[in-house]
């Protein structure tokens, strides 16, 4: 087996693209994308058989920006028979480790999409078959491989699997997330997603505690505010815009009317340093390190907008200054960065300050 398919958003292969091949390199695991546009994933092709299998489990998944899954796959079935399109896939996973879980996914594409209902329901009967041929163990088990199925077209599907502790642990890699009647914008769903993906759920209860103070620059009109206060923070919300009412009635929002640049907050007890301001992204960077390294906040959650041309450089360059600029300044600190579901133009990152920790 020497492919990895890896989803990510459609529009952005070259960049999902440009970035694997960089961290091939870096492992010296030879080779080469294939590309389509607005297909929705890439195909990394290995000049050296199994060298598949070590990228998916050498490269950390969470070091990836622009991809949403990853994961070691057969050269593409197509032409499966309508009247059996079982045989031919458990003849391909034959080789494959045992399984602990199937999914049956597709790219996110509006063509791709419609294969979701098949994808559903072909999955019982495959998942059946899987456990009676002892491919799939017969409960699901979260510590084993994930058996992936991307169909791309009717008949036409990529087989493959990933690991459970350097993967996505979403169908399709998405979170699937509600967007809440009350909250005073769509961009809610960037810092929830942000949350899902950056914080490991066991640590919200101490992460993204009740009491904690959080600033928000460029607030207006409350979109990530809303998921700080949902989570029974209290807030400084930095903006010259208006704040959505029914915030402010909850009582836990300050709305400071000034430049989130030159914003100090009143106490240096923040947790959360959160935003999603339309500036230069090098400009945005420089602002959230400049935090980290006066401590004024110990996490923060901010989003970088992309230029049209060179988004992929444009990514690497910020993030390596940002770095840079807290090495030298003695911060230690975790960083994060990954080009969400709910992101378009954009990329978001999280940084954690870490007191006793080495930096990397």
Partial sequence: ?????????????????????????????????????????????????????????????????????????????????????????????????????????????????????????????????????????????????????CFIAPGCCFVGYSYTHNNSAFFMGIPRLKFPADAPSRSTLKLEEAFHVFIPREEWETRLASGMWGVDLGACPGGWTYQLVKRSMFVHAVDNGQMAQSLMDTGQVKHHEADGFKFEPPRKNVTWLVCDMVEKPARVAHLMGSWLIKGWAKETIFNLKLPMKGRYDEVLQDIENLKVYLIENGVKFKIQAKHLYHDREEITVHIQRLDNRSAH
């Fill in 1 to 149: 087996m020497n492919q990895v398919l890896l989803y990510c958003r459609p529009g952005f292969e070259k960049e999902c693209a440009g970035e694997v091949q960089d961290k091939a390199n870096t492992l010296e695991l030879y080779g080469f994308p294939r590309v389509k546009h607005n297909s929705g994933y890439v195909v990394f092709e290995f000049y050296q058989p199994g060298d598949a299998d070590q990228f998916i489990q050498r490269q950390p998944f969470s070091e990836l920006i622009f991809a949403r899954q990853m994961m070691a796959v057969m050269p593409m079935l197509t032409d499966l028979p309508s009247d059996d399109r079982i045989s031919p896939i458990l003849e391909a996973v034959a080789d494959f480790p045992r399984c602990g879980d199937l999914r049956v996914e597709t790219p996110d594409t509006n063509e791709a999409k419609e294969l979701l209902k098949f994808c559903r329901k072909f999955t019982v009967p495959l998942r059946q078959a899987l456990r009676q041929q002892g491919m799939m163990y017969a409960k699901d088990n979260p510590k084993k491989p994930v058996l992936h199925l």
